[in-house]
């Protein structure tokens, strides 16, 4: 029989959605196929330690208490010392990228993280599925550094990654592939603090109320307020400022929220559209992961023309932003005007067998198992197509 392909799966995390990270991979380590693939978990601790060996998932603690991990808490004493310890991030003490022990040996077949050296502590891997949430891992970074290792991964690569975390500069590119986003205004952290009143007066004159208060760079709705009136809006700042040092304010839709899924590279395909109805005024964390009354409807009751047209938005997005593999794109209806919005790009949306991007395509005829096999052939596929590109120049050669 042919040999498995080594998957590692990586999860955890140091961002405010560790705690999603753990449930969205124990969904994908289930399902996946055991004839195809040997399953290599490899946790985030949230102070940046990577754990290999043992079992990585029980140590960061799963299932974790509910309401436990305070979003955005970077909680000191959880899962120490006990896994191997392979590479320490920025938010430990210890800086830097640190193996647990390198030993230099010439490489072989499979592949390693740090190139060119072998008993680093990480396992030897074929592919890597990042099932990461949010900032340290959804945007770029961890891609970043498996692009240096040489890795082939599953999901968008560094750019698509970084512009699909960042509310700021996502809207920007769409804005520029003429695709519809909301009004809004770019703020910046220090402004707010030098000068409070300047900004909500801006906020008062350009958008008005009610609007929505965001970090530029996060997930889950955490730190995301909506405003109704002036009392609410330094409390909204300052919550936002918290998490970022970038911020953006949005004109409020009074909106029917749709998502559409995204599967592929070049040549992408969109899922049939589904539909979110918050158990809350709106779609916050609360209403996403606590109090399980918010509904998912799928299919979205939409028109046909209206699904093609959601469709062929969720793929220019997509193709805007330069994603492979996957992207969850959610929309905002207008229901006073019939506008439709693309309100936000998800590389690496929940994917808990109950979650919106998973269900969609199993909607649209792909069930959950074929759909993480598929992910990761795309994978392939892509570090495949990037290793054509030449990676060095002489001026004399190309005459
Ligand atoms: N401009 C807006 N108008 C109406 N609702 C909004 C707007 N922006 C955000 N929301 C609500 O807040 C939720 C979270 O916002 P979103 O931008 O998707 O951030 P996140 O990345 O945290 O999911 C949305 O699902 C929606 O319910
Ligand atoms: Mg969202």
Same mark, same amino acid.
């Given at each position: 029989m042919a040999e498995k392909l080594r998957v590692g799966v990586i999860f955890g995390g140091q961002s405010g959605e560790h705690e999603v990270s753990l449930v969205s991979a124990q969904g994908i380590m289930k399902a996946m196929d055991k004839e195809k693939y040997e399953i290599i978990p490899i946790g985030i601790t949230k102070e940046g330690r990577w754990l290999t060996s043992g079992d990585p998932m029980k140590l960061l603690q799963y +299932? +974790? %208490?509910? /309401? %436990? /991990?305070? =979003?955005g808490s970077r909680s000191s004493e959880q899962s120490k010392g006990t896994g191997t310890e392979v590479l320490s991030g920025a938010k430990d003490q210890e800086r830097g990228l640190v193996p647990a022990n390198t030993r230099t040996e010439p490489s072989r077949s499979r592949r390693d993280l740090v190139p060119g050296t072998r008993e680093t502590g990480f396992p030897q891997v074929d592919v890597v599925f990042p099932v990461l949430h949010g900032p340290y891992g959804e945007d770029g970074t961890v891609q970043g550094l498996l692009e240096l290792a040489d890795i082939p991964y599953v999901g968008a690569g560094v750019l698509g990654s970084a512009l699909g975390m960042d509310k700021i500069a996502m809207k920007g590119i769409f804005r520029s592939y003429g695709l519809p986003v909301v009004e809004h205004l770019e703020l910046k952290r220090k402004d707010w603090e030098l000068d409070p009143e300047a900004m909500m007066e801006l906020i008062e004159k350009e958008l008005g109320y009610p609007c929505f208060i965001k970090p530029a760079n996060l997930g889950s709705s955490v730190g995301i307020s909506k405003v109704h009136e002036r009392s609410e809006l330094a409390p909204a700042l300052d919550l936002a400022a918290r998490y970022d040092r970038r911020m953006l304010a949005e004109r409020a839709v009074n909106a029917r929220e749709i998502e559409c899924s995204v599967l592929g590279n070049d040549e992408p395909i969109a899922s049939v559209p589904g539909e979110i109805v918050p158990s809350r005024e709106f779609y916050d964390y609360i209403a996403k992961?606590? #109090? #399980?009354?918010s509904e998912l409807i799928i +299919?979205? #009751? =939409?028109?046909a023309e209206l699904t093609r047209r959601i469709q062929e938005l969720a793929i220019a997005a997509f193709l805007a932003v330069d994603c492979a593999g996957m992207a969850r794109v959610d929309f905002l209806l207008d229901r006073d005007t019939g506008e439709f919005y693309i309100g936000e790009l998800n590389t690496i949306p929940g994917f808990t067998p109950i979650s919106m991007y998973p269900k969609l395509w199993e909607a649209s005829g792909i069930p959950y198992s074929e759909l993480i096999g598929r992910l990761i052939e795309l994978a392939l596929e892509r570090h495949a197509d990037n290793s054509r590109s030449e990676t060095s120049y002489s001026p004399e050669q190309s005459e």
């Open positions: +299932p +974790p %208490a509910k /309401g %436990a /991990g305070e =979003l992961y606590i #109090d #399980d009354r +299919p979205a #009751d =939409l028109s």
